[in-house]
């Protein structure tokens, strides 16, 4: 069979030869666009299921890098309460609708609690991926796998 037979025998293969490619390219814009959108600086406020806390600032740079400098509040037992001021580094990229993202790096004050916060931000490995829900003008909105939502607030430098 030939390509002259193929378009021209009534059979409908040569639609699909069109839409296959066009979808490939949608898929790879819609996340060309999101990689796009996402870089900026945000007001990130996060409430762990263990009471802990963490508010501060993320920077997600064009060239894959991101750093968030943030007040850590930890309580290890109630009652006991730590405060840490941290700032980690890593990469960030997406895929599809995902952001992933790795630490690479973590400093705090006082130092004696940067090797737990280590453990805790899991660094060096690359951390669950996130399903962006928006990101926009004003905010990213972040899905983790159990469904919970995160919403980054964009502020201007």
Not at 96 to 105: G, P
């Amino acid at each position: 069979m030939n390509l002259k037979s193929v378009l021209f025998s009534g059979k409908s293969y040569f639609p699909i030869l069109l839409i296959l490619p066009l979808a490939i390219i949608n898929s790879c814009s819609d996340s060309r666009s999101l990689k796009d959108k996402v870089p900026g600086w945000y007001e990130a406020s996060l409430v762990y299921e263990n009471g802990d806390s963490l508010v501060g600032k993320v920077t997600y740079y064009k060239n894959g890098q991101n750093k968030l400098e943030a007040n850590y509040i930890h309580f290890p037992r109630p009652g006991v309460r730590f405060s840490a001021n941290v700032v980690v580094q890593g990469k960030w990229e997406v895929n599809e609708d995902k952001l992933s993202e790795t630490v690479e790096s973590v400093a705090a004050t006082p130092a004696n609690l940067r090797e737990a916060l280590e453990v805790a931000m899991q660094k060096g490995k690359k951390l669950p991926a996130n399903r962006i829900v928006e990101v926009n003008e004003q905010h990213m909105v972040l899905e983790n796998l159990e469904g919970i939502k995160t919403e980054y607030i964009r502020i201007k430098k």
